[in-house]
């Protein structure tokens, strides 16, 4: 096949034999065979196995149809029958005798508009960024039907990162798709893979808060997100990110979103037959609309409220609202905060990490009744007192401040 695919391209043979070591009349012998079609006296010689004819038949009419595995066929044959070829002898016969198996057709379907995002990691193992290499990642979004693309870089793939660049993919399309189909990451998939995976905890709750879908793909099927990978493989020709000496991130988060946008003008959308631009403006309105996006976090729980009024995360007590006392409520740790979210919507944050270990907001325990939780008494005199002195630095305190509140403690 070398010789042939070398003459082919019309290389002269003393080239060819140069190259391949032997002769020039080596080279013109086998080119002269081939060209009267003749054929190697070898390929016309019985297979080794043919002598254990009786004895294949017997083992497959044991299989009762099910599917045949050569390597312990050929165990067999060695163990029973004294067989002295090889594995790769029973494999040629098999193929000599047997069809070949039914090309299986695969179903090519197109997404309608709206419906999915097909969203990967690529790397980039060196990026000059201020002065110094940085091992960078690019995270394309791809919408399925038109095939518009938002890239979004990042120097971490934590799950911070993850729901990052999914905040800042979601508002360069303008939009949310129904499902998101993603690869096997640890950040979205926290064990297996695909239908069978188990969905990471917090990646869950940021699809519950976006309202999207995770599609995980099956394992090593490239093909199933195939227009992702696809862009990732055209973005490989961006020489410039590796060259050029960038300034800062957002100079090259600029600079890629201007080249994404030229790419969307001069490709065209195989599906609608325009631009990839001109079928995302025909997209936009079946996507959703880009809510108010949760901060990335990568812890959340789910915590019940003690009776005062106080959620544990992280070690800490945080006070939560009076009307939650009794219910269970979720509590995102964010990369500068804490949330904590219920009926939809974020209820009250705090500082994350902070030094105090029960973080206490008065607020929360004003307000007024509700059917299922009674409001605590106000404070009294020595209470509201107490509130004056600590509101005041120790040094500006007047001591006839602390005499009455001595008078109101009789």
Known sequence: ?????????????????????????????????????????????????????????????DQDDAPVNLA???????????????????????????PRPKLRARRRVETPPGAQSQVDWSEWPRVLIGGRAH???????????????????????????????????????????ATMRVDNEKTAVSRGAGAWGTINESYRRYALAVRFHIDACPPRCPAYKGKVE?????????????????DSLEQLQAWTDAQGLKEAERRTCPVTGTSVIEAWEQEKPYLQAVPLLPEPFDIAVTRPVSIDCLVAFEGRQYAVPLAWAGRRVEVRGCARTVQVYADGRIIIE??????????????????????????PPPLGKLGRRMQEIMAIAPQHRPVDLYAALAEVAR
């Open 1 to 61: 096949m070398t010789l042939k695919h070398l003459a082919g391209r019309e290389l002269p043979k003393r080239e060819i034999a140069r190259l391949l070591g032997v002769s020039e009349g080596a080279i013109r012998y086998h080119l002269r065979r081939q060209s009267a079609g003749d054929t190697d006296g070898r390929a016309r010689q019985p297979f080794l196995a043919e002598e254990r004819a009786e004895a294949i038949a017997h083992y497959l009419s």
């Open 72 to 98: 312990d066929l050929h165990d067999w044959l060695v163990s029973e029958h004294g067989y002295q070829g090889s594995l790769r002898s029973v494999q040629r016969y098999f193929r000599s005798r047997l």
């Open 135 to 177: 091992y960078g990642y690019l995270f394309n979004m791809r919408l399925s039907h038109c095939r518009f693309s938002a890239r979004v870089w990042s120097l971490r793939k934590d799950q911070l990162a993850w729901h990052h660049v999914h905040n800042e993919a979601f508002r360069r399309v303008e939009g949310v798709t």
């Open 230 to 246: 696809r862009g990732n493989r055209d973005d490989r020709r961006w020489q410039e990110v590796t060259r050029r000496h960038w």
């Open 350 to 375: 705090y500082p994350r990490h902070s030094r105090e270990r029960l973080v206490i907001d008065p607020r929360c325990y004003e307000g007024e009744s509700t059917e299922r939780v009674l409001a």
